[in-house]
């Protein structure tokens, strides 16, 4: 029996935030050992009655951006299997 060797690859995310007293945006890019980038986007505002505490704006504002980002990986994903589907190429 014939293993594959292990392959260690790393994903790096950057989170960066925009922030006023009312609202945080953050905006999560992913990129892959392939140079390619992937990105989402989320926003978190704060209700008028509750104190500014930007951490939990924050908190939000990067899950919802992770979130998105998960979309558009796996959607990403799906397009590259599709097409190795439809060019019958063995797996490497």
Known sequence: MTTMPMLKT???VTIDFEENPDST???ATLTAPTGRELKGTGRARRNPGDRPVA???EEVACARALSQLTHSLLDYAATEIEMNVRRG????
């Open 10 to 12: 790393s994903w790096n």
């Open 25 to 27: 945006i953050a905006t």
């Open 55 to 57: 951490r939990i704006g």
């Open 89 to 92: 190429d063995p797996v490497p």
